[in-house]
């Protein structure tokens, strides 16, 4: 059976904070994993990485794919109120061939910023 | 560029009442289409999903059912809501990369 499991479950931090997030994954037919970010809303898209070691990074975001180890940590560096949203990671992978790419969700970590 | 819409935003419905949520992308041609669920709390599950016009494939047997009439559209339907079906119901679609994008959602409470 698929599953992704997140931790922390929840985090709460000040401002200027840096935080890692860790997502582990057991899945059929990997293709890639990706992270969002929900604001009490929809999820946006954060990243995809399809490699191992290489790391993808976006202003004070950053990722890292282990493939051998079925794991990837999303780390944020100094944290902003702005942060504060639920990450989700989600590997990309086909449950059979013919089926449509599917992303299985973990179940989030919640993050509070606090001023 | 892409755009995917979904209404109603929110829904208040009663027990035993139908139900359908409709979703339609614009942008782009024979995506992808999904479904899924989230309970308060929780991460998102996949209810459904589609690769073609009339194509559903179905993930969680429950009380929900889709149709995809159109290449751009897609429907969440059931016949009689039970409580359990309140949630945020999401729409995504993916072209050719993994990525999935999302609709603005529809929260619906079954009371």
């Known amino acids: 059976e698929d599953k992704v499991v997140q931790s922390p479950l929840s985090l709460v931090v000040h401002e200027g904070d840096t935080v890692t997030l860790n997502c582990s994954y057991e899945v059929t037919n990997f293709r890639s994993l990706l992270w969002y970010k929900q604001e009490k809303k929809a999820p946006t898209f954060l990243f995809m990485l399809?490699?191992?070691?290489i790391e993808k990074k976006s202003g004070r975001l950053s990722s890292i794919l282990d493939k051998k180890e079925l794991f990837s940590i999303l780390n944020i560096t100094a944290t902003q109120t702005g942060d504060s949203a639920v990450y989700l990671c989600a590997p990309a992978h086909d449950i059979s061939s013919g089926s449509a790419r599917q992303l299985t969700f973990g179940s989030g970590t919640q993050l509070t910023v606090l001023p | 560029s892409q755009t995917i819409h979904q209404w109603p935003a929110t829904l208040v419905q009663p027990v035993g009442s139908p139900l359908s949520l409709e979703c339609t992308v614009e942008g782009t041609s024979n995506p992808n289409l999904y479904w899924y669920r989230q309970a308060a709390g929780r991460g998102l599950q996949l209810l459904f999903y589609s690769v073609g016009i009339g194509q559903i494939s179905s993930e969680v047997p429950q009380n929900l059912s889709a149709s995809r009439p159109q290449d751009r559209q897609f429907i969440l339907s059931s016949k009689k809501l039970l409580l359990s079906d309140s949630g945020f119901y999401l729409c995504?679609?993916?072209?050719?990369?993994?990525?999935?994008?999302f609709g603005p959602g529809t929260r619906l409470t079954v009371l």
């Open positions: 399809t490699s191992s070691g």
């Open positions: 995504a679609w993916r072209f050719a990369g993994n990525e999935q994008f």
